[in-house]
T-cell receptor, first 113, second 118 residues
Framework: DSGVTQTPKHLITATGQRVTLRCSPRSGDLSVYWYQQSLDQGLQFLIQYYNGEERAKGNILERFSAQQFPDLHSELNLSSLELGDSALYFCASSVGTGGLSYTFGSGTRLTVV | AQKVTQAQTEISVVEKEDVTLDCVYE???????LFWYKQPPSGELVFLIRRNSFDEQNEISGRYSWNFQKSTSSFNFTITASQVVDSAVYFCALSEYHHSGGYQKVTFGIGTKLQVIP
């Protein structure tokens, strides 16, 4: 157990729907990172939050949004889902803002049908 | 620009063979960090190693060893006497400070799928 908790582990939903993925960082970690892993794109950085504020943005679609709450857990919201959004979504956490000590969660596998 | 290249998409070896996974990176910074992660069939990402750009000492951890060569911008990973449990996708990653954004930007390679055949 890495200490980073992601729920749900699996999610199957239809195109056009909206889903929310949840991540609880490791105790003491203030940063949360979201990554998307699809077959053809590898691991793509989506967004980072540090202590409740957006810190860095990667290849995140406008249909996707995220936030980090006062208790430091984070949610990734995916809306108007398309077949191509099917992927493994990872959350990682670290103590500071630097990506030097990532701890990854076990991921949420999203299947859009 | 920041780029990590893992040219080997899939490798198959027979158990007990040694195997080297290649990683070549590109960066203009003098300070950066390199990582290797393992993703077994169960899907989770497991941290293996982190090196900073100022430490070119090779590292050995059990059957795993890493060869960092700044001159060739490579950070290769060797598994000695491979075992079936080593079957996984291995990712190399580069972390570089993003000066305008004020954060560490991490770029992952596409991954190398290693299959160890019994």
């Amino acid at each position: 157990d890495s200490g980073v908790t992601q729920t749900p582990k699996h999610l199957i939903t239809a195109t056009g729907q909206r889903v929310t993925l949840r991540c609880s960082p490791r105790s003491g970690d203030l940063s949360v990172y979201w990554y998307q892993q699809s077959l053809d794109q590898g691991l793509q950085f989506l967004i980072q939050y540090y202590n409740g504020e957006e810190r860095a943005k990667g290849n995140i679609l406008e249909r996707f949004s995220a936030q980090q709450f006062p208790d430091l857990h984070s949610e990734l919201n995916l809306s108007s889902l398309e077949l191509g959004d099917s992927a493994l979504y990872f959350c990682a956490s670290s103590v500071g803002t630097g990506g030097l000590s990532y701890t990854f969660g076990s991921g949420t596998r999203l299947t859009v049908v | 620009a920041q780029k990590v290249t893992q040219a080997q998409t899939e490798i198959s070896v027979v158990e007990k063979e040694d195997v080297t996974l290649d990683c070549v990176y590109e960066t203009r910074d003098t300070t950066y960090y390199l990582f290797w992660y393992k993703q077994p069939p169960s899907g989770e990402l497991v941290f293996l190693i982190r090196r900073n750009s100022f430490d070119e000492q090779n590292e050995i951890s059990g059957r795993y060893s890493w060869n960092f060569q700044k001159s060739t911008s490579s950070f290769n990973f060797t598994i000695t006497a491979s075992q079936v449990v080593d079957s996984a996708v291995y990712f190399c990653a580069l972390s570089e400070y993003h000066h305008s954004g004020g954060y560490q930007k991490v770029t992952f390679g596409i991954g190398t799928k290693l299959q160890v055949i019994p």
